[in-house]
């Protein structure tokens, strides 16, 4: 009986040809598809269910941006608040006040104003595996001041430690 149903969830809803994994994948402008996440990564903001994915798609079809990673964020006013860390195509470094406001426009227009990115965390680069899967896990402790897991499996560890300055340097704006 188990059997069946594992054949009928992953293999038959489909087509014989293709099966469900539950990752979500992007496909780059070479025809290289990359990894960027489980498709059951899920925001709860203010009673709107969400998927990561669904945000994340909407962020990077922006012109100016090159790939984003969102989680859901504690917030006193709705459960959790859409943080998004964005990399900008062809540019490195941090947009300004005025692109954050088209990017959460961009992303009210597609999916709607409670997608709305709170926090967007401007990023070089984000956390990886050697696969190319990006770690929203680390980036959820980083954004919530937790201390760091395994970071060994990262392409790049250094990336992780630019995104802890970067987070301290906007807490430190703040107060």
């Known amino acids: 009986k188990e059997d069946e149903r594992f054949v009928e969830t992953y293999f038959e809803k489909y087509g014989k040809e293709t099966y469900l994994v539950g990752d979500a994948a992007r496909k780059d402008k070479d025809g290289y598809f990359w990894i960027i996440g489980r498709i059951d990564d899920v ?11 669904e945000v994340e798609s909407a962020i990077v079809s922006h012109r100016r941006v090159a790939e984003a990673a969102v989680i859901g964020q504690a917030d006193e006013d709705s459960g959790q608040a859409i ?9 490195e470094g941090e947009g300004d006040e005025k692109l954050v406001e088209e990017i959460r426009g961009h992303v009210a227009d597609r999916i ?20 190319g899967k990006i770690m929203r896990r680390l980036l959820r402790d980083i954004a919530e001041g937790r201390t760091l897991g395994d970071v060994t499996t990262l392409r790049d560890p250094d990336v992780m430690s630019q995104l802890e300055d970067k987070i301290k340097q906007e807490q430190a704006q703040e107060e």
């Not at 925001?43 to 994915?53: L, P, W």
């Not at 943080?83 to 540019?91: D, I, K, P, R, S």
């Not at 709607?112 to 990886?128: E, H, M, Q, T, Y």
């Open 43 to 53: 925001v709860n903001v203010s009673g709107h269910r969400m998927s990561t994915a």
């Open 83 to 91: 943080c998004a860390f964005v990399t900008l195509e062809g540019e």
């Open 112 to 131: 709607g104003k409670f997608a709305r990115p709170k926090r967007i965390v401007w990023a070089d680069d984000l956390p990886k595996t050697r696969s």
